[in-house]
């Protein structure tokens, strides 16, 4: 038997660690996180934290706000038993997971082409300055990422009850994974008939395990049938109970903001042109080395079948979001993270794959140790300079959100506190902030809906560095100053 020419670096492992110590390690580093660098929740998320605390008490209201999303709701909650600490818990949930993501974005690269493409496809999710700041800010992608890339395991592994549970709960965070779920409940379904061979007594006619009859009395059918309706279930009727509009989500969704990629000229360009250039060029050049690198001799049989699903998934996915953004919906990037997931492990294993290649080439053992070394040092270097040129952007605006959260108590109890504000009047405050000051007012965001003329109050500021504070001067002009902090002024028709 021949020895396997590659570095340890470029064959393919499988990672068994227990799930305990990666979980605990994800959301140890997530509670530092929280605790010692700048992050908060944005505007999602602090919807979901305020619906948490409305479910708890009886009296959701989803009228104004997000889109309705049922798994972070499903979390926040219970954690809003927690009173003020469930913003900080959630932003620790929120950011595990998304460590959560990089470590199965390195299983299944180490999987596929060996270490080289399980820490290659780490970096490429950890370096995406968008990504990053989006989970610092507290959004679910990291969840999304971190259920799509379990399930890929699960069902590597056999492990197909594992595999649609985690297509649902992927279906609980974005609708896009819906034809997904249901695409796999079919291949379950038929991967069951197959597997029952034909029925007894079926006569010279041969009717075996087709009938319908046999597939609705099989208990597969009746747990994927449950749980797609349950899927469908968490995502209407809270918007019933709260908005009283079985589809308000799906009309937020189809009201897209300024910007995105839906008043592009063309709009499914400008997604995948977003897509393009939030992998970097490091990321591309590997999707494009992957499938020229995969029939040599540096890739195997397992690797190519991984590489092949994920790429399809991903591309599956690129090409849904493409199409809903030409009907109108939004496209924005956030949308993009779960292909971006499934697209980081496939570059980390072309350019695995290409160094194989070039290793494979060398006479002698330091030889090819030294090609895998330097196309590990070469990749990384090339995704930290991109990293550099954009992190400190990002981490600026995430800065500036986290002093708006640390001052916005400070300018209300200057005011005269939560309770006297409201006493006063209506409230309103940036449209852009209105969830995190329902929080902090312990109301409901319709109550951040004040005309102009008053009585009641303004609670102003930029939603990021060098815009216009908001709301405009035009409310409650002339109204004296209550409180203020350096970002934050409160004005109102009512004294302290």
Request: proline share 7%; aromatic share 8%.
């Amino acid at each position: 038997m021949l020895l396997d020419p590659r570095p340890q670096l470029l064959r393919p492992v499988r990672v068994r660690t227990g799930v305990a110590v990666p979980v605990v390690a994800c959301l140890v580093l997530a509670a530092l996180s929280v605790a010692f660098l700048p992050s908060t929740p944005s505007y999602d998320p602090w919807a979901w934290i305020v619906w948490g605390r409305e479910i708890t008490q009886g009296d959701l209201d989803t009228l104004f706000g997000p889109s309705w999303k049922p798994l972070p709701v499903l979390f926040t909650t219970p954690l809003a038993l927690t009173g003020d600490l469930a913003p900080d818990l959630w932003l620790v949930l929120a950011q595990a997971a998304t460590l959560g993501a990089a470590v199965m974005a390195y299983r299944l690269g180490t999987r596929f082409a060996g270490p080289l493409a399980g820490v290659l496809g780490a970096l490429v999710l950890l370096l995406q300055p968008s990504y990053l700041r989006t989970q610092l800010l507290g959004f679910s992608e990291g969840l999304l990422v971190l259920c799509g890339l379990l399930a890929v395991e699960r069902h590597l592994d056999g492990h197909r009850t594992h595999a649609f549970a985690l297509g649902l709960a992927a279906g609980l965070l974005r609708p896009e994974a819906w034809p997904f779920v249901g695409l796999y409940a079919l291949y379950l379904l038929w991967e069951e008939r197959a597997s029952a061979g034909p029925a007894s007594g079926s006569g010279h006619r041969g009717r075996s395990r087709w009938s319908t009859a046999a597939l609705v009395t099989r208990s597969r059918f009746w747990w994927l049938a449950t749980g797609g309706v349950a899927m469908v279930a968490l995502w209407v009727l809270p918007e019933l109970w709260g908005s009283g509009n079985l589809f308000r989500a799906a009309e937020r969704a189809n009201s897209p903001n300024p910007g995105s990629p839906a008043f592009a000229p063309v709009p499914s360009l400008a997604v995948l042109g977003d897509f393009a250039a939030a992998l970097g060029p490091v990321a591309i050049a590997g999707l494009v080395l992957a499938p020229l690198a995969a029939r040599s001799r540096a890739a195997d049989g397992e690797g190519r079948r991984g590489v092949t699903l994920l790429a399809a998934l991903a591309a599956g996915w690129l090409g849904l979001v493409a199409v809903m953004t030409e009907l109108g919906f939004a496209g924005n990037l956030r949308y993009l993270f779960l292909p971006m997931g499934f697209a980081a492990v496939v570059a980390g294993a072309g350019i695995a794959w290409a160094a194989g290649w070039l290793a494979t080439r060398r006479d002698t053992a330091r030889g090819r140790r030294i090609v895998a070394l330097g196309a590990a040092a070469l990749a990384a270097a090339g995704l930290g300079v991109t990293a550099a040129l954009e992190l400190p952007d990002e981490a600026e605006l995430v800065a500036y959100e986290a002093q708006l959260r640390e001052e916005l108590p400070v300018a209300l109890g200057q005011a005269g506190g939560p309770r006297a504000l409201l006493d006063c009047g209506e409230v309103a405050v940036n449209p852009f902030m209105v969830p995190w000051a329902a929080w902090e007012l312990e109301v409901h965001t319709r109550r951040m809906l004040l005309e102009t003329g008053g009585p009641g109050t303004v609670i102003r500021a930029r939603y990021r560095p060098g815009a216009d504070p908001m709301p405009a001067p035009g409310v409650l002009a002339g109204a004296p100053v209550l409180g203020r902090t350096e970002l934050w002024e409160v004005t109102g028709t009512c004294g302290r």
